[in-house]
């Protein structure tokens, strides 16, 4: 069935590091893939999305890229800052619209 | 308005309690879901609702008792709850398609 596969955090950076948190999916067909985030204490936010392979979706300056050669979708951040500390969650809605969720990256970006 | 709105964000409750949690979004969307998230995981789904209508029961006890009033509106009736049940509820709704879902902030739920 389909699946997302998430590095296993927790991720510590320093302020300003490059990030990079992988994310692997296994699906039939032409999935759509979204990366969300969990701040402390609350719901879940949308951070990017990408619909179709090749696709790069961008938010808050964060990308991430839809492979399907390497049916990847990594996040990545060229600098983070205290305020991006979060859970990040990786996850794909299905040909059959089902949605299914990574199990999540913890981040704590250290001043 | 592009918000899913849930109250009360916070609930302590009794092993015999009544409660319900509400959800509302005015987005027009016509899938809306109830998740539940412990501590440290991932969201789990329990309950679809498509055009109004019972889509999907993820083998969830009988304790919880989803409604759907409207389009715009959806329920979360809560009775005889154990202490595990203790976790975030999350609402969420999405259109069809390729689009994802908004979520709301939550409820957050201790049983006691």
């Known amino acids: 069935g389909d699946s997302v596969t998430q590095m296993e955090g927790p991720v510590t950076l320093s302020e300003e590091a490059f990030l990079t948190i992988n994310c692997t999916y296994t699906a039939t067909g032409y999935p759509s893939l979204f990366w969300y985030v969990q701040y402390p204490g609350e719901g879940l936010q949308l951070l990017l999305k990408?619909?179709?392979?090749?696709d790069k979706g961008s938010n808050k300056g964060f990308e991430a890229t839809y492979r399907k050669e390497t049916t990847s979708f990594h996040l990545e951040k060229g600098s983070v800052q205290v305020s991006d500390s979060a859970v990040y969650f990786c996850?794909?809605?299905?040909?059959?619209?089902?949605?299914?969720f990574g199990t999540g990256t913890s981040l704590t970006v250290i001043p | 308005d592009t918000e899913v709105t849930q109250t009360p964000k916070h609930l302590v409750m009794g092993m015999t309690n009544k409660k319900s949690l509400k959800c509302e979004q005015h987005m027009g969307h016509r899938a809306m879901y109830w998740y539940k998230q412990k501590a440290k995981k991932p969201p789990e789904l329990m309950f679809v609702?498509?055009?109004?209508?019972?889509?999907i029961n993820e083998s969830v006890p009988s304790r919880f008792s989803p409604e759907c009033p409207n389009s715009s509106l959806l329920n979360l009736h809560l009775h005889a709850l154990q202490p595990e049940d203790s976790a975030l509820y999350l609402c969420?709704?999405?259109?069809?398609?390729?689009?994802?879902?908004?979520f709301g902030s939550g409820t957050r739920l201790t049983v006691v």
């Open positions: 969420a709704s999405s259109l069809t398609g390729i689009h994802g879902y908004t």
């Open positions: 996850a794909l809605r299905s040909a059959g619209n089902q949605f299914y």
């Open positions: 990408a619909t179709k392979a090749d």
């Open positions: 609702y498509s055009y109004e209508k019972l889509s």
